[in-house]
């Protein structure tokens, strides 16, 4: 069983929409996480990064939910530049990270 | 700031074939890593190196070998390519620790026929 969960999406935001999506996550010790943003075809690249509760830049909030070990992440006003594929991140024990499959948000006119 | 560079960005093999993909970063990062991506599959660690002189397997490393070169350089070889070695291929430094972002290059998409 992979060890981060995510919904694969699509989900598709009408432009100026708020959006949530979730991130499940098996090790019950772990301390932190972080968002990233992968554009088609892109590198991904860092969005948040997550530590005791939660987190909030701007038109995005991530929030941590030790009790039912997940992660969500919020998008307020959705901008067209928005759409891209989500990935919720797990460091383990060891200094690797654990990525999930991502999350597909399309975000429309 | 170059960050993360990865070669070649493109790479059509035939089954059998060898190639190695290079990576370089410029951050004096302590970690670097290598990762593939398939479609929905998200991205599956390969090997990573904590620090210089260091290697450890990841998730997915057979068919794979790696040799950090310096506290720069983090090559990944595939010895005999297969079919089921097409993917993109990324490679990540970071500093260190729990709370250090990841860099990425830009990727490194190989075909093996």
């Known amino acids: 069983r992979k060890e981060v969960e995510q919904d694969p999406g699509p989900f598709n935001v009408p432009e100026g929409a708020t959006v949530a999506f979730n991130c499940t996550y098996s090790n019950s010790a772990s301390q932190s996480f972080f968002w990233y943003r992968q554009d088609c075809r892109k590198e991904p690249k860092l969005l948040m990064s997550v530590y005791s509760s939660g987190n909030e830049d701007g038109r995005f909030t991530a929030q941590l939910n030790r009790a039912s070990q997940y992660i969500s992440l919020l998008i307020r006003d959705s901008k067209l530049s928005d759409s891209a594929t989500y990935l919720c991140?797990?460091?383990?024990?060891?200094?690797?990270?654990?990525f999930g499959a991502g999350t597909q948000v399309v975000v429309t006119p | 700031n170059a960050g993360v560079t990865q070669t070649p960005k493109f790479q059509v093999l035939k089954t059998g074939q060898s190639m190695t993909l290079q990576c370089a970063q410029d951050?004096?990062?302590?970690?670097m890593y290598w990762y593939r991506q398939d479609p929905g599959m998200g991205l599956r660690l390969i090997y990573y190196?904590?620090?210089?002189?260091?290697?450890d397997k990841g998730e997915v490393p057979n068919g794979y070998n790696v040799s950090r070169l310096n506290k720069r350089e983090f090559s990944l070889r595939l010895e005999s390519a297969a079919p089921s070695q097409t993917s993109v291929y990324f490679c990540a430094s970071r500093l260190a620790g729990d709370h250090g972002e990841l860099f990425f290059g830009e990727g490194s998409r190989l075909t093996v026929l």
């Open positions: 951050m004096n990062h302590n970690s």
């Open positions: 190196s904590a620090s210089e002189g260091t290697t």
């Open positions: 991140v797990e460091p383990d024990s060891w200094g690797k990270l654990q």
